[in-house]
């Protein structure tokens, strides 16, 4: 929730409420591992209490493939359009976080999983419901 508005899953949640197009650079098999800043957050939190000092990677847990975000959304919210463009020169296809540091050293483990984290920003991003007049 309340992620910048030019990030993908701000910008994919708001084409799916507003009807824009969403666009995609590749073929969408490209594969991140998506951190839910609340597991971020309780990492720092868990690191800074520990012994332990060094660095450490925080990821998701599992690579997932953007046109699965994309699917995610479309359920939880509504179909999506997407228009696919060539992909940019220097792209990485496929990115993830190996987490075994911060396992081992300050018991790191993600507690939300990437559908929670979508429904979490959908949510956020509807609008408030109104008051009716008396």
């Not at 993908?8 to 098999?29: C, K, P």
Request: no cysteine.
């Amino acid at each position: 929730p309340r992620q910048r508005p030019d990030m993908a899953f701000s910008r994919l949640i708001r084409s799916a409420f507003d009807g824009e197009t969403f666009s995609v650079f590749g073929d969408g098999e490209q594969t991140r591992d998506f951190t839910f800043v609340g597991d971020v957050v309780r990492a720092f939190r868990s690191a800074a209490y520990s012994r332990w000092t060094g660095v450490a990677n925080i990821g998701g847990g599992s690579r997932t493939s953007m046109n699965q975000v994309i699917k995610t959304v479309s359920t939880l919210a509504r179909p999506v359009t997407v228009a696919y463009h060539p992909v940019v020169h220097g792209d990485v296809r496929h990115t993830a976080a190996d987490t075994s540091v911060a396992r081992d050293a300050f018991d790191y483990q993600p507690q939300v999983r990437l559908e929670t984290g979508l429904l979490r920003m959908i949510e956020a991003a509807l609008p408030e419901p109104t008051a009716a007049a008396s």
